[in-house]
């Protein structure tokens, strides 16, 4: 049985590493996976949440940043999982939305928008269905 202090120390030991080693998405046991991301409570009491995660369709296609406005961070990640996303996790708040990106989501009807994680500032956000479109087709 592992004691608390192993836990938070196998925990810290993830996160350096993850930093020496500039990775956003590290797989744990059961395949849950912890995406570097965050989120921003709004006055109406939604959330905006921002994840980079591997492409569904595998991660040799690079990695997407994606934004999903919902009730609460829950319903969020679960919009993605039913999306084809590998049971994102989100630990933390280090990379919380721009406002560029709130405005992004709020503004679209579907409420989730992505662009891929290294595109530039003035690369517009795409809905969805674009990404559903170009794992399908390729």
Do not use: C, K
Not at 2 to 24: K, M, T
Not at 108 to 125: F, I, K, S, Y
């Amino acid at each position: 049985m592992l004691s608390v202090w192993r836990v938070v120390a196998i925990g810290v030991i993830i996160e350096l590493w993850q930093d020496v080693h500039d990775v956003s998405y590290v797989s744990l046991t059961g395949g849950e996976a912890v995406a570097r991301g965050g989120f921003s409570r709004l006055p109406s009491g939604n959330v905006v949440v921002t994840l980079t995660l591997p492409h569904p369709e595998g991660a040799d296609r690079g990695l997407v940043r994606v934004v999903v406005l919902a009730v609460n961070r829950q319903r969020a990640l679960t919009r993605l999982r039913n999306l084809g996303f590998r049971a994102p996790r989100l630990s933390g708040n280090a990379e919380p939305p721009t406002p560029d990106e709130i405005s992004a989501v709020l503004h679209h009807p579907e409420g989730l928008v992505w662009r891929p994680h290294d595109a530039p500032d003035t690369e517009p956000w795409h809905p969805i269905s674009a990404l559903r479109r170009l794992g399908a087709g390729g």
